[in-house]
């Protein structure tokens, strides 16, 4: 059974600073995409950032270039994201997925974390 399970989310203020983890097991870490996505409240779930398998590329949405940095320790099965200069704008639920890097129907979503930025 595969689970992804997010953790680090809280209620930061403006400016400050969050990890988040995203703990993966059941399935063969290396061979999937992370990516993380978020979603504030009555608005679409929105792209953040992904990390390949091996963590030698990421990508980002524009609104977090600069800020936030995705990385990945696949000995620890784990995928993380580090935001900075955090802005109200951030306040949402993350969520962490994995994607299997040919495998189109291997997905999972973790259940999210939430963040709460303060201004």
């Known amino acids: 059974q595969v689970q992804l399970v997010e953790s680090g989310g809280g209620l930061v203020q403006s400016g400050g600073s969050l990890r988040l983890s995203c703990a993966a097991s059941?399935?063969?870490?290396?061979?999937?995409?992370m990516r993380w996505f978020r979603q504030a409240p009555g608005k679409e779930r929105q792209f953040v950032g992904s990390i390949s398998r091996l963590g030698g590329q990421t990508d980002y949405a524009d609104s977090v270039k600069g800020r936030f940095t995705i990385s990945r320790a696949n000995a620890k099965t784990t995928v993380y994201l580090q935001m900075n200069s955090l802005k109200p704008e951030d306040t949402a639920v993350y969520y962490c997925?994995?994607?299997?890097?040919?495998?189109?129907?291997?997905?999972?979503w973790g259940q999210g974390t939430q963040v709460t930025v303060s201004s």
């Open positions: 059941g399935l063969t870490f290396r061979d999937y995409v």
């Open positions: 997925s994995a994607a299997h890097f040919y495998r189109s129907e291997l997905q999972y």
